[in-house]
């Protein structure tokens, strides 16, 4: 589908943002600068007449971004849990985005559900609701099971929704050529390896199999988390399109009247969410990577519950420790260690200066260290660093983007509940825990461990290894008429072997 029909879709983009009038909306709540208005008036208000109407009930922001399809309401979901970069009322109208938006009709979705898995309706439930919620990818009902008379959600894929998706997609990687063509300095972001990334999250997402599987496996990881529930997966009611858990029953984590009236402690609440979301991340490296007020809930005992697993995060262990340290160093204001690792990760390239580096990462964190997020302006700070990454060469990270993104999401998910909570101090306790156990000798321990069981598995082949290497060599010497000289690479070659062989012996034993 990729084409230069795709030329259109962008232009119809901000046709639409101008016909709605989220276009002044939009630049308003990132305080854009006067040049940036001016070229976005002349590019969206001719073409106006192009853009779509949208629903004239809803504000603005949203009615663009629910009118030009999914993947543009998933960035109004972000967005909606950052009233400090867009302000608390456009804030409010985007949270619409996030399980709110207008179902398809009941008897759709049961033909879904009947095409998907095989048995009616009917038969599997004795009843079966309205839309509960709806948002970008799917929409819930909540029933009750025949057999057993239990309370579930049925979540059911919007019909032609992987089409819609790959439209908007193809539209963003037409895009991405354009800012690498156009603007030159803006490739170090890999704007072309972002879309691939979020493609494939997205694709991902439109498989309810692969979220039943995630939901598994984050059960079985948090199991022992105190004050965290995750509702259970019905394995034999899901299927690619159909997915069934257990009814999660709660208040939702953006009503915080109702939250208030059940006499919960909101900010014991706000620091609970952030430091579950940075033990899934640092512990395990497998993390809820949408964690926005519409798939969260607060139970009456004050447990926190989540739902809605299309979306995970997966780091590995050396990005989970490089995260760590990062994180540690801010905490205790080591700047020079901050920028130290960077170099070592190699996220800012090596002929850049550290010493600069800690200066300008100092810029960023002491404004904000032991200050409330009232009196912290996000969107001036993500300006800096932003100047600081390009001033630096820094490159956008793939394989960080789900983890910095839901960093975001969740500390504005925080900060929605308690408006004074200092990420920082939040932090510390998961941070400095994680550090204990995985930077320093126990660590080291367990990494020689894990080596050794690698290493193990080429024993048996360690002989047939040798021999191909002494044979390599002899081959190479004849050809060279070194024949008569001592095979000194084949020599080389059987002592790293059995160098190895013995260190493997002394790992495997020790």
Do not use: C
């Not at 002349?42 to 663009?64: E, H």
């Not at 700070?381 to 960093?407: A, H, K």
């Amino acid at each position: 589908m990729r084409g230069p029909h795709n030329i259109l879709r962008l232009i119809r983009t901000g046709a639409t943002l101008e016909r709605t009038g989220a276009m002044n909306v939009v630049l308003d709540a990132f305080q854009a600068p006067p040049a940036l208005r001016v070229v976005a008036k002349i590019l969206g208000w001719p073409f106006q007449w192009l853009g779509y109407k949208g629903d004239t009930s809803m504000p603005p922001a949203t009615r663009a971004l629910t009118a030009l399809g999914p993947a543009y309401i998933k960035f109004g979901q972000v967005l909606s849990t950052r009233p400090d970069v867009v302000g608390d009322e456009l804030a409010v109208q985007l949270r619409v985005l996030q399980d709110k938006l207008p179902p398809f009709s009941l008897d759709v979705a049961k033909k879904s559900i009947e095409t998907d898995l095989g048995i009616s309706v009917e038969g599997l439930f004795s009843e079966f609701s309205e839309p509960v919620a709806a948002a970008s990818i799917a929409q819930v009902h909540k029933a009750r099971l025949s057999d057993t008379g239990e309370t579930v959600a049925v979540k059911v894929l919007r019909p032609g929704i992987e089409r819609a998706f790959r439209k908007d997609i193809d539209a963003f990687y037409l895009a991405a050529r354009m800012i690498e063509l156009l603007a030159p300095s803006a490739r170090r972001l890999r704007p072309i390896d972002v879309i691939t990334h979020f493609e494939g999250v997205v694709m991902g997402e439109l498989d309810l199999r692969l979220e039943s599987a995630a939901a598994s496996e984050f059960a079985a990881n948090t199991a022992n988390d105190e004050g965290f529930q995750l509702p259970q997966v019905k394995w034999n009611l899901s299927g690619k399109r159909v997915m069934t858990l257990g009814w999660a029953e709660g208040i939702p984590f953006g009503d915080n009247d109702a939250i208030d009236a059940a006499g919960l402690d909101r900010v014991e609440l706000s620091k609970r969410v952030l430091q579950l979301f940075l033990k899934h991340a640092l512990r395990d490296g497998f993390f809820h990577a949408d964690m926005h007020q519409g798939n969260l809930k607060v139970s009456t005992n004050g447990d926190i519950i989540a739902y809605d697993f299309g979306i995970m995060g997966y780091i590995d262990e050396y990005t989970r420790r490089v995260y760590a340290e990062i994180l540690f160093g801010f905490i205790r204001r080591d700047y020079k260690r901050v920028a130290e690792v960077h170099f070592e990760a190699g996220y800012v390239p090596a002929d850049r200066d550290v010493e600069e580096f800690a200066r300008a990462l100092r810029a960023v964190g002491e404004p904000i260290f032991g200050m409330d997020a009232t009196r912290i302006s996000m969107a001036r700070l993500l300006s800096y660093l932003f100047e600081v990454t390009e001033r630096f060469g820094m490159e956008t990270r793939t394989e960080l983007i789900l983890l910095q993104r839901t960093m975001v999401v969740v500390e504005g998910v925080s900060r929605s509940m308690n408006p004074y909570m200092n990420i920082w101090e939040v932090a510390q306790p998961i941070v400095e825990d994680y550090i204990r156990r995985s930077v320093g000798p126990q660590a080291l321990l367990s990494d020689l461990a894990k080596t050794a069981q690698v290493m193990a598995r080429f024993g048996p082949r360690l002989p047939r290894l040798v021999e191909k290497a002494l044979i390599a060599q002899a081959e190479h010497d004849d050809r060279s008429n070194q024949a008569t000289k001592p095979p000194l690479g084949a020599l080389a070659a059987a002592a790293l072997a059995g160098g190895v062989s013995v260190l493997l012996l002394l790992m495997a034993f020790s």
